[in-house]
């Protein structure tokens, strides 16, 4: 989900792999009409590819296991596995796949993909900004990079709600994702 190969320092087609131990997606969504409650997913997988030094080549394939849901609360994870929302027996992964990346000023991009989640896939518009260019770190090249967007829950068939007494619903639908990746070159 995020996108390091877009850094235009890079010389040749590169390919990199996600560090799950490094990169964090994290989401926010409205709890009660009146705070944010955040998660985490603790497994992200995936690669980044790219050639030379054109972002618009860039390609980012990852995996997110759904069960590594956490928000702190065994009993809200529990509730978000459920059929109610992930359903992560039946979908046990949510997926993005870049289809374009276009420069949005310095450092920064806008990567499209397609994200998957609860079976549904629909189109998405990351906002990316680069860490800055790739360092050498224990015999290792890395690079890292950020990426925001908003998606409304709905879309992906995750409807479940309660409405409350004084007005409103238990849970928003607009959900704000954050990513924070490094990826080590292969």
């Known amino acids: 989900m995020a996108i390091v190969v877009a850094l235009p320092v890079l010389a040749h087609a590169d390919t ?3 560090d799950s131990s490094h990169t964090n997606v994290e989401f926010t969504v409205r709890h009660m009409m009146i705070s944010n409650v955040k998660g985490q997913f ?13 972002p ?12 590594s849901v956490d928000t702190r609360v065994e009993r809200r994870d529990a509730h978000l596995k459920s059929p109610d929302f ?5 979908y046990p992964t949510i997926t993005f ?6 420069a949005d000023g310095p450092n920064k991009w806008k990567m ?4 998957t989640v609860h079976g549904v896939t629909k189109p998405v518009v990351l906002d ?3 860490s800055g260019p790739p360092i050498q770190v224990m015999g290792n090249t890395r690079a ?3 990426a925001t967007t908003k998606i409304k829950r709905s879309d992906f068939g995750l409807t479940w709600n309660k409405a409350l007494e004084a007005g409103g619903v238990l849970v928003g639908d607009e959900v704000a994702i954050s990513i924070d990746v490094e990826a080590v070159k292969k």
């Open 128 to 130: 990316v900004e680069g």
């Open 144 to 146: 890292g990079a950020s």
């Open 112 to 115: 499209t993909g397609d994200l």
């Open 56 to 67: 618009a080549s860039a390609k980012i394939d990852v995996t997110i296991d759904a069960s």
């Open 16 to 18: 990199w792999q996600i």
């Open 97 to 102: 796949k870049s289809t374009k990346v276009e």
């Open 86 to 90: 992930l359903d992560v027996a039946k």
């Open 42 to 54: 603790q497994k992200t997988t995936g690669t980044i590819t790219a050639n030379g030094n054109d």
